[in-house]
C-alpha cells in the first residue's frame, strides 16, 4: 500500500528527531531510570495502558516507552540537563510529526492513517489528551457520552444534535463511531453513499419490487439530515418541497393538506404497489 506524502514524512520526522536533540553518545537507559526521577510524570499513566509497569517496547527494538518518545536518555538522565526530545521541543511538531510519534508503537494505525480525514487537522494528542501529557484538548473521559466528546470540534454537528428530530447521540443512544470510523477505517463515510445507514435501518434497505431509486443506491443523505432536522423524519425539507425536487412533473397535482408520503407510505420501497403504497 502507497503511503501518502503527509505519512511519509511524519514517520521521516520520528527518526530525525533524536538525532536534533540528543547527544551522539546518548544510549537508551530503559524507563526505570527515568521514573526515578519523573515519578509524578509517571503516575499520571499509572492507570492507562502506557503505565510503566505494562512495560512495553517499540515493536522489534528494546526501546521502552518513555524514550520512544524522547530520544536516548543517558546523559539526560547523567548531566540533569535537557538532552533529550524534549516537550517543548516535541509541542512544537506539526500535527503529522506528533502524530508519527505514537504511530513508532500503535503501527495498526498506519495503514488507515492516510485515510483519516482527521489526519491533516488533529494529531493523536488532541483527542487522547490523557494518554499524552504534552496535551490537547480535552479528553473523551471529560464527557458523559462519547458523541459529546466529538461536538468540542464538530460544532456544526452539536447544533444538529439539539434539533428536535435527532440521531440520540447527546442522550447517548448511538455513538458517532456507529457510522465514522474514526482513524480512517473503511467505516467512514461523509457522503453517505456506502449504506451505513442500513447497519441500523435493516427494514428500509430491501431488496423490493418496486424501489425508490434513492433508497437502493444508499443515498439515504438525499432526502434525511442524518444527524438532525426541524423537520420530521429527519427529513432536509418540511412539506411536499422535498418530493418535487425529483417529482417535477405536471400532472401530478398536489392536495397542500397532505403530504405526499401520507399516501405513498412505502416510500423507501414497496413489494405490493407500484405507485410506493401499502394500502
Not at 457520552?145 to 448511538?174: D, K
Amino acid at each position: 500500500m502507497k503511503k501518502s506524502p503527509v505519512l511519509i514524512t511524519a514517520l521521516l520526522l520520528v527518526a530525525a528527531v533524536a538525532v536534533a536533540q540528543t547527544p551522539d553518545d546518548a544510549i537508551y537507559v530503559g524507563s526505570d531510570v527515568c521514573v526515578d526521577c519523573h515519578d509524578d510524570v509517571s503516575m499520571i499513566y499509572d492507570n492507562t495502558p502506557h503505565s510503566v509497569t505494562n512495560d512495553f517496547k517499540v515493536p522489534g527494538t528494546d526501546i521502552g516507552i518513555c524514550e520512544a518518545c524522547h530520544g536516548p536518555g543517558s546523559v539526560h538522565a547523567e548531566e540533569e540537563e535537557e538532552n533529550i526530545y524534549g516537550i517543548d521541543y516535541m509541542a512544537s511538531l506539526d500535527v503529522a510529526g506528533k502524530s508519527a510519534l505514537c504511530m513508532q508503537c500503535h503501527t495498526n494505525r498506519i495503514a488507515n492513517h492516510q485515510n483519516d480525514p482527521h489526519a491533516e487537522y488533529v494529531s493523536c494528542n488532541n483527542c487522547h489528551s490523557d494518554q499524552a501529557h504534552y496535551g490537547g484538548k480535552a479528553s473523551q473521559a471529560d464527557f458523559r457520552v462519547a458523541g459529546q466528546f466529538c461536538t468540542v470540534c464538530h460544532v456544526e454537528q452539536l447544533v444538529e444534535f439539539s434539533m428536535p428530530y435527532r440521531h440520540r447521540v447527546l442522550e447517548g443512544e448511538i455513538d458517532c463511531q456507529d457510522c465514522h470510523g474514526l482513524h480512517g477505517e473503511e467505516l467512514n463515510t461523509v457522503d453517505m453513499t456506502e449504506n451505513i445507514c442500513f447497519n441500523c435501518h435493516t427494514e428500509k434497505s430491501g431488496p423490493f419490487i418496486f424501489e425508490h431509486e434513492d433508497v437502493t443506491s444508499g443515498e439515504c443523505a438525499e432526502c434525511h439530515n442524518p444527524h438532525g432536522s426541524i423537520n420530521d423524519k429527519l427529513l432536509t425539507q418540511d412539506s411536499n418541497s422535498l418530493c418535487i425536487q425529483c417529482h417535477y412533473d405536471t400532472e401530478v397535482h398536489f392536495v397542500q393538506e397532505k403530504r405526499c408520503y401520507e399516501c405513498h407510505n412505502a416510500v423507501h420501497g414497496s413489494n405490493s404497489d407500484s405507485s410506493l403504497r401499502t394500502r
